[in-house]
């Protein structure tokens, strides 16, 4: 049984520890609870690890994986044999991943042992946010029970489990991670249309409605500013494409296109442009088509 929820949680850090998104008093956790039988530890953490690979890689985002085992058993609860049990799904899941992971022994919590995943960002920093924990406290506390195919009762393995950790913090991480240079996909600043004079401006505008038709972000900028200035704005919002208008793309019905990092392209027909960054877009690449010159 999987239970999932994106909870609203608060800590009371002390005021000094505060650090914008990254340590915050109150935040955002996907937090889920998945309770079963203790054979079925190992394939459901199989799950969960296939389920963060497929998240972090998304957002290029490579990490690494450490499991905590038990601390002093005077400080634990439960038996041995559930400890041992406990652990040794933990690691089999792990070993069945072909990852490489530290074991932290004596870290795992008083409830259970646990897997984290440390995220790497772009400068080399790792971030604690993905957590698997075992734990066979709760189960205990609540009397939960199950009826196993023998027809006795039982009682569940629950997992606590967290891909994002603190979304607030995941969203500071990749702010820095991508420099806020969003690929496309993520990008609040898709695409800028920028009219060169005022006679420009009704072509931009048809143009705005196509784009936003394919569910892209696009605005135009049709102030009286010089294109220079236009071209300052658009790469200061990081926008992913800008697409200049002038008398020539009104005559045939197309657009200069310059991206973020100040590659010119020139004139593009707009079908092109538009097949080529919807693709961008539903595959989440994290590289645009048009990073290279022409």
Request: with cysteine; aromatic share 10%.
């Amino acid at each position: 049984m999987r239970i999932a929820e994106i909870g609203h949680v608060h800590r009371f850090e002390a005021s000094g520890a505060l650090n914008g998104l990254f340590r915050v008093r109150s935040f955002h956790q996907d937090d889920a609870h998945l309770f079963m039988r203790p054979e079925q530890i190992r394939d459901e953490i199989n799950q969960i690890l296939q389920l963060a690979d497929k998240i972090y890689m998304a957002f290029g985002l490579p990490y690494k994986l450490e499991l905590s085992t038990r601390p002093e058993k005077s400080k634990t609860i439960g038996s041995d044999e559930d400890w041992e049990i406990a652990t040794e799904g933990l690691k089999g899941a792990l070993d069945d991943w072909g990852h490489s992971y530290r074991i932290n022994e004596g870290d795992g919590a008083f409830y259970g042992p646990k897997i984290d995943i440390h995220i790497r960002d772009a400068i080399g920093r790792f971030w604690q946010c993905g957590t698997v924990q075992l734990d066979m406290s709760l189960p205990q506390k609540f009397e939960l029970e199950f009826v196993g195919n023998e027809g006795t009762h039982k009682r569940p393995v629950m997992l606590h489990r967290a891909i994002f950790g603190s979304i607030e913090r995941f969203f500071g991480i990749l702010i820095e991670h991508f420099a806020g240079k969003f690929p496309f996909w993520l990008s609040p600043y898709q695409v800028r249309i920028m009219t060169v004079a005022d006679r420009h401006i009704p072509y931009a505008q048809e143009l705005a409605k196509r784009i936003r038709k394919e569910n892209i972000e696009c605005e135009v900028d049709d102030t009286n500013e010089s294109v220079g200035k236009k071209v300052r704005t658009a790469q200061l919002l990081k926008t992913n494409y800008m697409l200049t208008i002038g008398d020539k793309e009104v005559e045939n019905q197309t657009a200069a296109l310059r991206t973020r990092d100040n590659v010119v392209h020139g004139e593009i027909d707009i079908s092109d442009f538009l097949a080529k960054v919807v693709k961008e877009r539903d595959e989440r690449a994290l590289m645009s088509p048009f990073s290279i010159a022409p």
